[in-house]
C-alpha cells in the first residue's frame, strides 16, 4: 500500500540523517512521518504519491521545502537552521513542529509547488575524486580538456580545476590549485597516488542535465541551497564557494537526456583537444536503454579516433544507488585500437569523502 511506503521512505530517511549527522533534518523528517500517520496537512500533500516515495525522495523534499522557507527569511522558521544563523536543539522540537504544522497548513499551494522538484545537490567534493584523473589524462595527452558532463545538475564540478585540494596520502599531505580559490575541499587518498600535474588545460566546459540547475535564477539558486541540509555550514560553505567561481563564467547545461547527448557531443571532436565525457553519480538514475545508448555511441566514436583528437570515458560512479562508487577511465588514444584501454582506479566514497587508490602508476 501506498502509506505504507511512504511510512517506510520516512523512517528509512529519519535513520539516514541520523547516521549522517543532521538532527534537524531528522526531526523535521519525523514531524512530517507522524504528521502524515495522523491525517495532519502532511497527508494532504502526499497522499496516493505518484511514483516511488523512497526513489522520489518525498521525505527530503518535504525537509527541502521546509529549509527553502527558512531561507526565504520565515522567521517562524529560520532560528532553528544554522543555514540561516540559527541554531537547533534536541529542546527546540516542540516549537519547530509548532512552526511546521502551522506552514503546512498556510502554505499548501507553494509546497505543492515545491515538491514537484527532485533534491539536487551537486556535490563539489566529488572533485577531489575525479581531480586524479584529470591530471593522468592531461600528462598523458598534453592537450586542454574538452570537458562534457552528462547530469551536471549545475555544472560546478566542471570548475575543479580553480578549487584548492588538500589531500591526506600514504606519503604525506599533498596540495593541489590555487591556495587563494574560495573553495578549498579536502579529502583523503589511501594507496600510492600518481605526482599531479600542475597545470591542467581546460579548453570548454559544457554539461546537460535532465533538470539543469540554472545559477544566473535567484530561485533555482536558493532551491540548491535548501537542498543541503540545514544544520550542516561546512557543505553549505562549499556550495556558496562553488557558486562564487561559477558566477565568474556560468557554465552552459543543456536540458537534455543523457542518452542521446553524448552521442552529440563525442562523435564530432576537435582537433588538439581531449574529449573526456564524464559522469560522478549519475549512471544508478540511467535506465537499460539510456545505459545501452550511451555504451553504443562509445563503442561507435571509438571506432575511430585519430590521435590529434583522443576520446576519454571517464566515470566516478556507481552501477546502481547505494552500491559502491568507483573512479575509473577508458582511453582511446588513436593508437589504442576501437576498445581503446581502461584504467581503474579504484573505489571511492560517492560523497567524495576518499579514494582507495588500486592502480599501480
Ligand atoms: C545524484 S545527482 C549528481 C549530480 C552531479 N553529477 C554531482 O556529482 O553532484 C544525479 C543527476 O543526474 C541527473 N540525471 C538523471 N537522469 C538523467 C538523464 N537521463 N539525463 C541527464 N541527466 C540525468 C539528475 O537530474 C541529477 O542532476
Redesign the pocket.
Known amino acids: 500500500m501506498m502509506s505504507d511506503k511512504l511510512v517506510t521512505a520516512f523512517e528509512a530517511q529519519k535513520q539516514a540523517c541520523d547516521l549522517l549527522g543532521s538532527p534537524l533534518t531528522r526531526d523535521i523528517v519525523g514531524f512530517c512521518c507522524a504528521d502524515f500517520v495522523a491525517n495532519g496537512p502532511v497527508a494532504n500533500l502526499v497522499r496516493g504519491w505518484q511514483g516511488d516515495p523512497l526513489n522520489d525522495n518525498v521525505p527530503l523534499r518535504l525537509a527541502g521545502f521546509v529549509h527553502h522557507t527558512a531561507l526565504s527569511g520565515d522567521a517562524s522558521l529560520n532560528g532553528f537552521f544554522a543555514s540561516c544563523d540559527g541554531a537547533y536543539h534536541d529542546s527546540d522540537r516542540v516549537t519547530l513542529e509548532t512552526a511546521m504544522r502551522d506552514l503546512f497548513s498556510r502554505e499548501e499551494k507553494a509546497a505543492r509547488r515545491f515538491l514537484r522538484s527532485?533534491p539536487?545537490?551537486?556535490?563539489?567534493a566529488?572533485s577531489a575524486m575525479l581531480l586524479l584523473a584529470f591530471s593522468e589524462i592531461s600528462k598523458r595527452f598534453a592537450m586542454p580538456l574538452r570537458l562534457r558532463?552528462?547530469?551536471?545538475?549545475?555544472g560546478?564540478?566542471m570548475f575543479f580545476d580553480r578549487f584548492h585540494y588538500t589531500l591526506q596520502t600514504d606519503n604525506g599531505t599533498r596540495d593541489w590549485g590555487d591556495k587563494k580559490s574560495p573553495l578549498s575541499l579536502e579529502a583523503t587518498w589511501r594507496g600510492t597516488p600518481p605526482d599531479l600535474t600542475d597545470k591542467i588545460e581546460v579548453a570548454s566546459r559544457r554539461g546537460?542535465?535532465?533538470?539543469?540547475?540554472d545559477i544566473s535564477n535567484a530561485d533555482a539558486r536558493l532551491k540548491l541551497q535548501s537542498w543541503i541540509w540545514g544544520d550542516m555550514p561546512e557543505r553549505r560553505a562549499r556550495l556558496l564557494a562553488a557558486l562564487q567561481i561559477a558566477d565568474t563564467a556560468p557554465p552552459q547545461i543543456d536540458r537534455?537526456?543523457?542518452?542521446g547527448?553524448v552521442a552529440a557531443q563525442i562523435m564530432q571532436r576537435p582537433v588538439g583537444e581531449v574529449t573526456v565525457l564524464y559522469?560522478?553519480?549519475?549512471w544508478?538514475?540511467?535506465?537499460v536503454s539510456?545505459r545501452f545508448a550511451i555504451e553504443s555511441a562509445f563503442a561507435q566514436a571509438g571506432e575511430d579516433v585519430r590521435p590529434d583528437a583522443p576520446l576519454v570515458w571517464l566515470k566516478?560512479d556507481g552501477r546502481e544507488l547505494g552500491t559502491i562508487a568507483r573512479l575509473s577511465y577508458r582511453i582511446w588514444s588513436g593508437e589504442n585500437g576501437p576498445q581503446g584501454e581502461e584504467v581503474i582506479i579504484g573505489p571511492c566514497h560517492p560523497h567524495g569523502v576518499d579514494l582507495e587508490i588500486e592502480a599501480a602508476f
Not at 546537460?208 to 540547475?213: A, G, I, Q, S
Not at 559522469?279 to 549519475?282: A, D, F, M, P, R
Request: glycine letters at 2%; proline letters at 6%; hydrophobic letters at 45%.
Open positions: 527532485a539536487q545537490t551537486n556535490e563539489t566529488r558532463e552528462m547530469g551536471a545538475s549545475a560546478l564540478n546537460c542535465d535532465l533538470f539543469p540547475v537534455a537526456d543523457a542518452a547527448w559522469h560522478s553519480i549519475v544508478p538514475y540511467l535506465d539510456q566516478m
